[in-house]
């Protein structure tokens, strides 16, 4: 099975601050890679797919990067509303797929 | 709207069963795959099953494999989750999901779009 590796695994952050969170495949993934923010007591957003591809309504200071084993999920000018958990998920191996063990990102 | 509503969760014996429904509304239900994710007490999300639009495949997780069934009726737009000898790592809050895709360069890329709010599966004795 693929394993995917997030890091790191909590931030404390600060609003207006740039994050970067990465996420490994423990093997070549291609840009199979989707991101999902949670927050507590909720399910999971779509964030980014194909690695890189703003889902509909997402705010554009989420961006995605990466092909094969190393992807990054950048938040660019952090807001209140993104304290939140952030999940990794390959879909190389589909239908069976996997997801980082997440980042939670904290305020400062 | 798009909605996916889940029911049927609580609290069971190790050893039990429990069957969950996820209630579609707002797309065309039989178009699309639907999965099954959980996330146990204070953990990450771990994919669970999957099965295709039409209901002709289904895959599990290896913790799962045999013990759980997923299946759907596209006439009532509803899917379920038949879980039967349940164990107490079985605990979580049990969510579907819709998948959608987009044809990207050379590559179909999949991804859950739409989620239900979850329900809670406790398996304790």
């Known amino acids: 099975a693929i394993r995917m590796t997030q890091s790191p695994s909590s931030l404390s952050a600060s609003t207006g601050d740039r994050v970067t969170i990465t996420c490994r495949a423990s093997q070549g993934i291609s840009s199979y890679l989707a991101w999902y923010q949670q927050k507590p007591g909720k399910a999971p957003k779509l964030l980014i797919y194909a690695a890189s591809t703003l889902q509909s309504g997402v705010p554009s200071r989420f961006s995605g990067s990466g092909s094969g084993t190393d992807f990054t999920l950048t938040i660019s000018c952090l807001q209140s509303e993104d304290f939140a958990t952030y999940y990794c998920q390959q879909y190389y191996s589909y239908p069976f797929l996997t997801f980082g063990g997440g980042t939670k990102v904290e305020i400062k | 709207q798009v909605q996916l509503v889940e029911s049927g969760g609580g609290v069971v014996q190790p050893g039990g069963s429990l069957r969950l429904s996820c209630a579609a509304s707002?797309?065309?239900?039989?178009?699309?795959?639907m999965h099954w994710v959980r996330q146990a007490p204070g953990k990450g999300l771990e994919w669970v099953a999957f099965i295709r639009y039409d209901g002709s495949n289904k895959y599990y997780a290896d913790s799962v494999k045999g013990r759980f069934t997923i299946s759907r009726d596209n006439s009532k737009n509803t899917l379920y989750l038949q879980m039967n000898s349940l164990r107490a790592e079985d605990t979580a809050v049990y969510y579907c999901a819709k998948e959608d895709g987009q044809q990207a360069g050379h590559g179909y890329y999949y991804y859950m779009d739409v989620w239900g709010k979850g329900t809670t599966v406790t398996v304790s004795s």
């Open positions: 707002g797309f065309t239900f039989s178009s699309y795959g």
